[in-house]
């Protein structure tokens, strides 16, 4: 980062390898190197997302490149040795840039250079000579007191036979450079204090160790634990309404560590305001610090935006959560409809066992949410935003260890007027639910689809139905053998769609008849469970007491085309229960960022140095100029050279003007040249 | 030596810049500082300490423009003056926006913000048939145009500020808060910079390249408007609510409209490099050395404010997000920008490189700020989501 530097042609003595180093590591070249690699790492470090629980890389790259990655620390590129390495150069080779040049940068910046020799100055881009008239005292007074008019710093030097008048301005470019290039180095320190270096070097020795299991903070062992006393450290927690914490966890590549606090963090409430919209407008938790320190318990809120400082911790809104909402939740057996549905009560993050005909399940519960505000994009194209009530997510997990997850919500949810019971399923984590709506009654209950379903598994019940329909069915002349058969094959397959929906009835279509005749089959199925199934669903109607002269209502009628439709889906549905919740008490937990972080102040003194210093670089332009007035008969011979270390033309430009109005000053009698030297 | 003598012409030197001010330079003071006073007479008391800071430092910021930039006086007029006219016809209530003549033609935000497009894609046309065509009249009347636009731009900003604050006082805020509105901001910021640089240099010819890039953001703007509604105003989210966002935002835009300024001559200087020196073409084009004098210039302008962006961004970060550093994929790519343009002015200030390389650097070097600035939101997650299409 020299270069810009006048330092017109110093001899170049035999250098040692310190010397040689120290060229090396202040070198231009090397530093441009270092911006380019850094910048290379950087962009791998937004590309793959960073701090990822490590089975998804595994899943991203498969085990042999996970590894490789792994080892070349890409999951944490900007904690990695190799990246501070590069971090560390580039601090070096400021450092050393700054050590050679700031002796010549500030000797230019005070330093006029009044011994400049007229041959030197007749080397320049910039002169222009002429003849003054009158003494050279009085010739070097009037172009002094002219050059200090445009803004010049000037100082005057008697050679005897010559006077040299030197003039400076903008010497605060020089400054810059020093301000811009120091900066560097003192934001780097300072992000230095802050950063993981002291954990990483405690690791390396074997102090400590990194807890990668799924435990309580209370059981993390003392050599996963980081003394109260830590000089800086960035560590969240997650605190449920009336509960304390006097500790933050660290993440750390696949683990943790634990970090004491010198005070313990009680959570009264966590607040989320909305707009009239729906979107959320605030999040804020009233807190209380309990700290042994202070005479009595320091009561704050905190926002986004606006953090506690409590003696150099800071504290920081920074998540949400469930915090152990206890909800009740009301289990139907979608095999045996009919039996009293199962009451279940606990709280999220437990874990229920259940037993159902299709062996024990394990029902983890995940999370509740209060409000589920969503965009829903209206005809108009605008956006509204629609809350769709509490919901309650969980996992029903066999004994083999499969897990699907549900997504279930309390309040009906409204498509078209009609009210459903909504529920989200996927198998795997990550994508999209696929969502389930079973139509309910005029009570808004599931009591009638229960009892469709409930009667469309009671094979007996079938039976008799398909019997009754039989005869219309069949063709004159049949015997009875073909009969039974015809209600053998229609109660098999109103079985097989009602326990496996319609996916079961796809795979034996696509079992037992040849592909040409596969669309025909799948349209004379449906027709005969449609008349079936309505014809079990005009009983039931019958039953309630609901079916009018006029036959089936037109809600009643939707209700069966939505009640079929759910039956179809229930197949894919994977689990034996419909869960309803039914009453919830709303925890909730505030997620708060801890940090310390000593080294901000330095940081932020690098960064003052840092602005001020590229506003002095470029706006600032050291411009330096000299006149030699000598002697010459009666009268001057003035000698006037100059250089600009930014912009030649701007400089040019400006060496003109001053020519005319020092020349002008002077009283120029003619003879004038002037030069700019190609 | 006693020979010397040094002496030290304090008293001279103050031949100082304010007796250089003319008449109107001292009227053009007495305005600013007037208006400043009036404000705070009538606003004070509901102005907190930050937003006093702020009036005060926009006195010298505007006094300073306006002597600096003499064509900057009347544009701040106007923009003031039409701005507070629709704000005034606007009175306490929105729908006003509908009924009102000139709202809805001309002076409702989003009225302001079309014309502000339209101007600047009719401008973008004028540049470049003033190119062809040699006519200096298609010239000037490009300039006004670009003047126009910018000033219905900002007028535009100036209104929508006021429009949210109609909308509810709590859902006002300065519109900066998401792409629609810094795209807006872009275009203002950039067609300012090009019209100070063809004033300072006397030259129409690098204002086809310019506005095209201009161009380019408005149509992303009428694609955003008609294909996504974005020029609703909606609520800001808790991170944004802000005062850093007033400062933050409008700072970075002063770097990336430079940088864009500077990818745009880049690509006027490689057309001109190729072109026979002497040429018809090669006369009505920017000559090399200016280009790459005017290049060097909007990326320091551009590299100074960023950095400054990139600090302030870094200490609202350390209120909001618990840190002043996170390697947050925006910090990160914040920082590429900032490491790419510094390694630019290096060669080019310690190196001495001009030129056919620096021009393709210029031109790379927008793609690297694209992406910072959009591929960022687009692709990568983070905690910087805010501009999401």
Not at chain 1, 26 to 31: C, D, E, P, T
Not at chain 1, 100 to 107: K, S, V
Not at chain 2, 175 to 201: C, D, K, Q
Request: aromatic content about 12%; hydrophobic content about 50%; charged content about 20%.
């Amino acid at each position: 980062m020299a270069g810009s530097l006048n330092t017109p042609n110093s001899p170049r003595p035999r250098r040692g390898t310190g010397a040689v180093l120290l060229e090396f590591l202040g070198s231009m070249n090397l530093a441009i190197t270092l911006l380019v690699a850094i910048s290379v790492a950087a962009i791998i470090g937004t590309v793959l997302q960073q701090a990822q629980p490590y089975p998804d890389y595994v899943r991203k790259f498969g085990p042999f490149w996970f590894e490789v990655f792994e080892r070349l620390g890409l999951y944490d590129v900007y904690g990695a040795a190799w990246f501070l390495v590069l971090l560390g150069l580039l601090l070096v080779s400021t450092a050393v840039c700054v050590y050679r040049n700031a002796p010549t940068m500030l000797r230019d910046m005070r330093q006029f250079r009044l011994d400049v020799q007229e041959k030197s100055l007749r080397g320049f881009h910039q002169r222009a000579e002429w003849d003054a008239a009158g003494e050279t005292a009085q010739v070097a007074g009037r172009a002094g007191a002219a050059l200090a008019a445009q803004g010049y710093r000037v100082r005057v030097k008697d050679h005897g036979d010559r006077i040299v008048v030197a003039g400076m301005r903008g010497s605060w470019n020089r400054l810059g450079y020093l301000l811009t290039h120091v900066a560097i180095v003192v934001i780097c320190v300072g992000g230095l204090i802050d950063g993981n270096l002291p954990l990483k070097v405690a690791e390396r020795l074997g102090r400590l160790q990194v807890e990668t299991r799924d435990i309580p903070a209370s059981q993390v062992p003392p050599e996963s634990t980081l003394p109260a006393d830590s000089a800086a450290f960035r560590g969240s927690v997650r605190i449920p309404e009336g509960g304390q914490a006097d500790f933050v966890f660290l993440n750390v590549r696949d683990g943790f560590l634990l970090q004491k606090l010198p005070f313990r963090v009680e959570l009264i409430d966590f607040r989320i305001d909305h707009y009239p919209s729906g979107q959320p407008k605030s999040f804020e938790s009233d807190l209380v610090i309990h700290d042994p320190e202070l005479d009595e318990p320091l009561k704050r809120t905190i926002a986004v935006n606006h953090p506690l400082i409590h003696k150099g911790y800071a504290i920081y809104q920074a998540s949400f959560s469930d915090g152990g909402s206890r909800l009740k939740l009301r289990a139907h057996a979608l095999d045996a409809p009919d039996i009293a549905p199962l009451e279940l009560e606990g709280a999220v993050y437990q874990n229920l066992k259940v037993v159902t005909p299709r062996g024990p399940l394990t029902m983890e519960l995940i999370d509740f949410k209060a409000y589920n505000v969503f965009p829903a994009d209206t005809e108009d194209g605008r956006e509204k935003f629609t809350n769709y009530g509490p919901s309650v997510v969980f996992k029903l997990r066999n004994e083999a260890g499969e897990a699907i997850e549900y997504l279930n919500y309390m309040a009906p949810v409204s498509l078209d007027g009609r009210l459903y019971f909504m529920s989200g399923m996927r198998a795997t984590p990550g994508e999209p639910y696929r969502y389930l709506y079973i139509p309910l009654d005029s009570q808004a209950s599931l009591d009638r689809f229960l009892a469709l379903r409930a009667s469309v598994l009671d094979e007996a019940r079938v039976r008799r139905t398909v019997a009754a329909q039989a005869d219309g069915l069949m063709p004159a002349g049949s015997d009875g053998a073909a009969r039974a058969n015809l209600i053998d094959s229609i109660v098999h397959l109103v079985g097989l769609f009602g326990r496996g929906g319609m996916g079961a009835v796809m795979d034996q279509v696509e079992q037992a008849v040849p592909e040409a005749e596969r669309q025909q089959a799948v349209e004379s199925y449906i027709m005969v469970l449609q008349s079936v199934i309505g014809s079990l669903y005009v009983d039931q109607l019958r039953e309630e007491g609901v079916l009018g002269e006029q036959g089936v209502g037109e809600a009643d009628a939707k209700f069966f085309e939505d009640a079929l439709e759910a039956f179809a889906a229930l197949g894919s549905y994977g689990s034996p229960l419909l869960v309803q919740m039914t009453d919830f008490q709303h925890v909730e937990a505030s997620g708060l960022q801890i940090t310390r972080a000593p080294g901000k102040d330095i940081v932020y003194l690098g960064c003052v140095m840092l602005m001020a210093g590229v506003f002095f670089m470029f706006y600032l332009h050291h411009r330096r100029v000299w006149l030699s007035v000598a002697a010459v008969g009666q009268g001057a011979r003035v000698l006037f050279a100059g250089t600009g270390n930014r912009d030649r033309a701007e400089f040019a430009s400006e060496f003109e003007g001053l020519q005319r109005v020092l020349s002008k000053a002077t009283g120029a009698a003619g003879n004038m040249t002037q030069q700019e030297a190609k | 030596m006693s020979a010397t003598t040094e002496i030290v012409q304090e008293k001279l030197a103050k031949a100082a810049w304010w007796k250089r001010l003319s008449g109107v330079d001292w009227a053009w003071g007495a305005l600013v500082i007037a208006g400043a006073l009036y404000t705070y007479a009538r606003y004070g008391a509901l102005m907190d300490s930050f937003e006093v800071i702020i009036l005060v430092g926009t006195v010298p910021v505007v006094l300073a423009l306006g002597w600096m930039w003499k064509a900057m006086r009347p544009y701040t007029v106007v923009v003031t003056l039409l701005s507070l006219a629709s704000i005034g016809l606007y009175g306490a209530d929105l729908a006003r926006g509908d009924s009102n003549f000139f709202l809805k033609y001309l002076l409702s935000s989003q009225s302001a913000i079309m014309w502000m497009s339209a101007l600047f894609v009719m401008a973008t046309a004028a540049y470049w048939l003033s190119l062809f065509m040699r006519s200096e009249f298609t010239g000037r009347v490009a300039t006004a145009l670009t003047w126009c636009a910018s000033a219905m731009g900002f007028i535009g900003m100036m209104v929508r500020w006021r429009e949210s604050y109609l909308i509810s006082p709590d859902v006002g805020h300065i519109p900066v808060s998401n792409l629609y509105e810094v795209f807006i901001l872009f275009a203002v910021i950039t067609g300012l910079m090009y019209l100070y640089y063809e004033g300072r240099y006397r030259s129409r010819a690098m204002g086809a390249f310019a506005l095209t890039v201009i161009s380019a953001s408005v149509a992303f703007l009428l694609w955003y408007t008609f294909e996504r509604q974005a020029h609703e105003i909606q609520p800001l989210v808790p991170a944004l609510q802000s005062y850093w966002m007033k400062i933050h935002v409008p700072t970075n835009f002063v770097g990336y409209g430079g940088f864009a300024l500077a990818a745009m001559l880049g690509i006027a200087y490689l057309i001109v490099d190729r072109l026979k020196p002497g040429s018809a073409w090669a006369a009505r084009l920017p000559t090399l050395g200016q280009l790459d004098d005017v290049m060097y210039k909007a990326i320091a302008l551009g590299f100074a404010f960023f950095t400054v962006a990139t600090v302030l961004g870094a200490m609202w970060a350390a209120e909001a997000w618990g840190g002043y550093w996170s390697w947050d994929p925006k910090e990160t790519w914040a920082l590429i920008v900032w490491l790419n343009y510094a390694a630019w002015l290096h060669m080019r200030l310690t190196k001495g490189w001009r030129g056919r390389p620096m021009a393709w650097w210029a031109i790379i070097g927008l793609f690297v700020t694209s992406f910072a600035f959009l591929g960022v939101n687009m692709f990568l997650s983070g905690l910087h989501s805010y501009g999401t299409l």
